[in-house]
């Protein structure tokens, strides 16, 4: 049996896949997290995420910290992944908020610091949520797509979709992205196990605000996933 699963998210300097056989090449809230993070985040005893010092290789460099200045309130954080030159894929919560208009969003690939944009950054075309986000805000639908105004993906590179099979779904996966209670723009990556059901994987990896939309993943012989 198969199951359709698309990646999602934390960081290591190991994370450093660049020659695995399958690859080609503002404002920091002052409190951690947001009223739109997902209330699943947490961190299961010790905190065993590492930090992602070489955010320059791929495919940390595939994953960006989003920002979202709305039109009012405090500006919102969240983590995305590249599947395209132009298209990045996330969590629809992270710009898709009951109440609140978006002003702008900016995606910033393989940053590392506050300071940081090594790949520069791009502002979006248009961004939209899954067709069943609203009104139910179904958690199995909490996910969207940001399409940029420039085409970084092809110099960052993009994740695959992937089909998993059951054998694939027993490998070690990764969590990678950007979480608001560590230092301001820096990538961390937790390594594990997931569970697969029929409408989620589940993990016990540690996540907190800011990692809404990150990518989970793992390194096949014929790509990363």
């Known amino acids: ?17 660049e020659n695995h056989p ?34 320059l290789g791929f495919p940390a460099r595939a994953v960006a910290q989003i920002l979202v200045r709305f039109t009012a309130g405090p500006d919102d954080f969240g983590t995305g992944f590249f599947v395209g ?28 610091g506050a300071a ?12 939209r949520p899954s ?19 420039q085409p970084l993906g092809n110099t960052v590179g993009f994740l695959g979709l992937h089909v ?10 990764d969590v990678v992205g950007y979480p608001t209670d560590k230092p301001p723009g820096t990538m961390w990556d937790h390594r594990g196990a997931v569970t697969p059901s029929p409408s989620f994987l589940t993990y016990q990896m540690d996540t907190t605000g800011g990692q809404s939309g990150a990518p989970v993943f793992a390194a096949f012989a014929n790509g990363i996933f």
């Open 164 to 173: 998993f099979t059951d054998a694939e779904l027993a490998a070690t996966f």
């Open 85 to 112: 030159p132009d298209l990045v894929l996330t969590a629809a919560h992270v710009f898709s908020q009951p109440g609140r208009s978006v002003a702008f969003i900016r995606v910033i690939p393989g940053r590392n």
């Open 22 to 55: 399958s690859v080609l090449a503002s404002r920091h809230p002052a409190n951690p997290g947001s009223a739109s993070e997902d209330s699943a985040q947490l961190v299961f005893g010790p905190d065993d995420r590492v930090q992602v010092t070489n955010t």
């Open 131 to 149: 067709a069943a986000w609203t009104p139910a805000m179904a958690p199995e639908a909490d996910f969207g797509g940001i399409k940029l105004a």
């Open 1 to 17: 049996m198969s199951r359709k699963v698309t990646a999602r998210q934390n960081s290591r300097d190991g994370l450093n896949l």
């Open 116 to 127: 940081s944009a090594p790949f520069g950054f791009a502002d979006t075309r248009w961004f």
